[in-house]
């Protein structure tokens, strides 16, 4: 909420939870969260390119920045992350954030890429290039799958302008909560309750707590009765 409020960003849903959940991966080691959620990203092919990164410092968050790269149309990401990893690759990671909506822009016959995911990604590979860092898009949804389609419609548009295939990642906030969802920090816990609270979980199974109780019950019959009972059809038997 903090990076929320210091930049203005407080009248979208997308930019609360960015700034809620980032925000809290901010401030913790990035072996407890960020490295695992962004160890879950994958191609459409299901192949996970950074599931295997280790880091060698504390990443570097820089939130909403305002891309402006040459020969590219200007955008606002969400969040870029510098990261290091133990084996010196240096990766620049942009983190383009969804939570009920799709693309902001789609493809136009335009001489620049107009498809959010393209131009996004053109910026993304000229600062990288410029810092000498690996450039990786990841699309954060709130979707169960992979939304290939929208993916693909990014590439097409890319290569469309003479762009060679971007490297988007999808990733999902469900990934999210289902990492953190018995985590015992505090923090970390109320940031599973607010994905929780918006639709953000897996169904994983009825709680113990919510299962009712076993009831011990069975039909009992005084003797009085059943031998009134029993008389009944052997008086009608003996007419």
Not at 49 to 59: D, E, G, K, N, T
Not at 61 to 88: A, H, K, M
Not at 197 to 209: D, P, Q, T
């Amino acid at each position: 909420m903090l990076m929320a409020l210091l930049k203005g960003k407080l009248s979208q849903k997308e930019d609360i939870l960015t700034s809620s959940a980032f925000g809290v991966m901010k401030y913790l080691e990035p072996e407890r969260v960020l490295i695992p959620f962004l160890a879950k990203a994958s191609l459409p092919d299901g192949s996970k390119p950074l599931a295997s990164i280790h880091v060698a410092a504390q990443p570097a968050y820089e939130f909403w920045p305002w891309l402006t790269e040459p020969g590219c149309n200007n955008c606002e990401s969400d969040l870029l992350i510098r990261i290091t990893s133990s084996d010196e690759r240096k990766f620049l990671i942009l983190v383009e954030v969804k939570y009920l909506s799709g693309k902001s822009s789609k493809a136009k016959d335009e001489k620049r890429s107009n498809d959010q995911l393209a131009l996004q990604w053109n910026n993304l590979e000229s600062l990288a290039q410029n810092e000498s860092r690996e450039p990786v898009l990841i699309y954060l949804t709130a979707a169960f799958c992979c939304p290939v389609a929208e993916i693909e419609a990014s590439q097409e548009d890319l290569a469309e302008h003479k762009h060679k295939e971007a490297n988007i990642l999808w990733l999902s906030w469900r990934h999210l909560w289902a990492l953190i969802r018995n985590e015992k920090h505090e923090m970390l816990g109320d940031l599973a309750s607010v994905l929780d609270h918006l639709n953000l979980a897996i169904f994983s199974g009825f709680s113990e707590k919510k299962t009712p109780a076993r009831i011990q019950w069975k039909f009992s019959v005084s003797s009085d009765r059943r031998a009134d009972q029993l008389q009944g059809p052997l008086d009608r038997r003996l007419r």
